[in-house]
């Protein structure tokens, strides 16, 4: 029922608006001053204001100007009602925003017609503001989602959840958002999962609805996605067995707004005003900004897991004819990461050099096997073929770019800090970082297990000839910094090696 403040301070005026209002159900509020009209105006929902001019105390052009000056009292359409309609008076009401004017006495039906007139406008009005309004939300929305995306770490339950924070109705917001919000979700299982927000004075409620709502009305039975809005006296709502279903749930039903596709629902409730199909859309959008995030997100994922897949399979194949086989690739993959981990270099590139570390010794595929497999001292020629698994192996890999951590690995990867080390014999800050971590790595895997020219070792003899040396090797082949890190860590390079990682 639209609810008309009435100012006046005359009670019998009043009395004589009322005849006329009450009738035609409309609801009369009553002010018989200026300072009380605001005050109604601020406290309760005022749809259109009905304001004497002559008043003790501020008059009604100053009530006017007021109104209409201030934010927070939104559009009201104000209706002047005076005897005093001169030019002069009328040009003051324009000028402090009046819509109409209307002389005493007042004529029936002549009010009649410019309130219904004037309560359509405030509905268009209302209507645009709240379209504006939303357009201004989804564009907010749209920003935050792109930016903050991180397919490795998106999780669509979280942005479920803001999306709804968005949408709901806060106390900063516009009162007519949605009061009620609730998710459903069907799982692998076939079972199904509701959540309901209720929008509260001081926060937003999260609970579990633990009757689980028919599957069958709730989600969509075929590809194309429910979008659907309901108001109170609508006969599709009155008829929706949907609708009463959520009654059955104890969740009050007066408008609906509805997204549903075969396994997502989204249903906005008692949005403080009818719902248009402009609520459809921009609920419909918000929705569909998540679920193609959630795909996007999930086939970057598996794109990634191919890659490294690939990655480890191409490791692999080098390992055939080696004598590290099993699981050194791996291990030596996961001491790279321990150590970049220690040494703080970015987490990106830790994981890159966890996968990408498996490709170290790739180039051994163009080693004849009698080599790699010979148990004997290798002759000088032999061992001169044998060095060059690193340039082979850097081939092999190409220049790609997401690949140069694998190629700066498997070129550098037995060059020594002191200089000692193939194919270049570069030192120190020459050896890319990568290098010198997987130097280090690489040696603690060959020391723990059995060569045919020595034994397996274990952990605390693998320490001690890393860090003290053992004449074949020494301390200064590794980064400084490196072994610093390996000293603080290596009980974790047990684990690995016990295959606890
Ligand atoms: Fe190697
Ligand atoms: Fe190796």
Redesign the pocket.
């Known amino acids: 029922m639209p609810r008309i403040l009435c100012v006046d301070d005359e009670p019998l005026n009043i009395s004589l608006l009322q005849a006329i209002l009450l009738p035609r159900r409309y609801e009369v509020i009553p002010a018989s001053n200026g300072l009380e009209a605001l005050e109604k105006i601020r406290t309760e929902h005022i749809d259109i204001c009905l304001l004497d001019v002559m008043m003790p105390g501020i008059d009604g052009f100053e009530v006017c100007r007021r109104i209409k000056s201030e934010e927070e009292f939104g559009n009201i359409p104000v209706i002047m009602i005076t005897a005093l309609f001169d030019k002069e008076n009328r040009i003051r009401g324009i000028e402090s925003g009046a819509e109409d004017f209307i002389s005493k006495p007042v004529d029936a039906a002549e009010l009649l017609a410019r309130v219904k007139m004037l309560l359509h406008v405030k509905e268009l009005n209302d209507r645009l503001k709240s379209a504006y309004h939303n357009i201004a939300k989804l564009s907010v929305f749209g920003e935050q989602i792109i930016s903050n995306f991180d397919p490795a770490t998106f999780d669509f339950s979280e942005k479920i959840d803001s999306i709804v924070h968005q949408i709901i109705r806060s106390k900063l917001d516009i009162s007519d958002s949605p009061q009620i919000v609730v998710i459903g979700m069907l799982d692998q299982t076939g079972g199904s999962q509701w959540v309901r927000y209720d929008s509260t004075d001081k926060d937003i409620d999260r609970s579990t609805i633990r009757t689980n709502l028919n599957q069958k009305l709730a989600f969509s039975d075929n590809n194309a996605p429910i979008v659907v809005f309901y108001n109170e006296d609508d006969p599709d709502m009155t008829a929706s067995t949907f609708v009463e279903e959520l009654k059955n749930q104890q969740i009050p039903v007066t408008n609906i707004v509805r997204y549903s596709n075969d396994s997502f629902s989204l249903i906005a409730l008692n949005y403080g005003r009818k719902v248009t199909t402009h609520d459809a859309t921009v609920l419909n959008s918000v929705v569909m900004q998540s679920l193609f995030l959630r795909s996007l997100a999930a086939q970057i994922r598996d794109t990634e897991s191919a890659f490294e897949y690939t990655v480890l399979a191409l490791a692999r194949a080098s390992e055939a004819n080696d004598e590290d086989t099993g699981d050194h690739i791996l291990r030596v993959g996961n001491y790279c990461a321990l150590l970049a981990r220690q040494l703080k270099l970015p987490d990106e590139l830790v994981k890159t050099i966890r996968i990408q570390a498996t490709l170290?010794?790739v180039?051994?595929i163009h080693i004849s096997p009698a080599i790699l497999k010979k148990p004997d001292k290798l002759t000088d020629d032999e061992w001169r073929e044998m060095k060059l698994?690193?340039i082979h192996g850097s081939k092999i890999i190409g220049e790609h770019s997401r690949m140069t951590t694998a190629d700066r690995i498997a070129i550098s990867?037995?060059e020594r800090y002191d200089g000692s080390g193939y194919p270049y014999g570069l030192s120190g800050e020459q050896i890319p970082i990568e290098g010198r971590i997987l130097n280090l790595a690489?040696q603690y895997d060959a020391l723990r297990n059995a060569r045919c020219y020595k034994p397996a070792f274990d952990h605390e003899t693998t320490c001690r000839i890393i860090l003290e040396g053992d004449g074949r090797t020494l301390p200064q082949h590794f980064d400084p910094e490196v072994l610093a890190a390996f000293k603080e860590i290596h009980r974790s390079f047990a684990d690995v090696f016990e295959g606890q990682f």
């Open positions: 170290h010794d180039g051994k698994h690193t990867h037995h690489d």
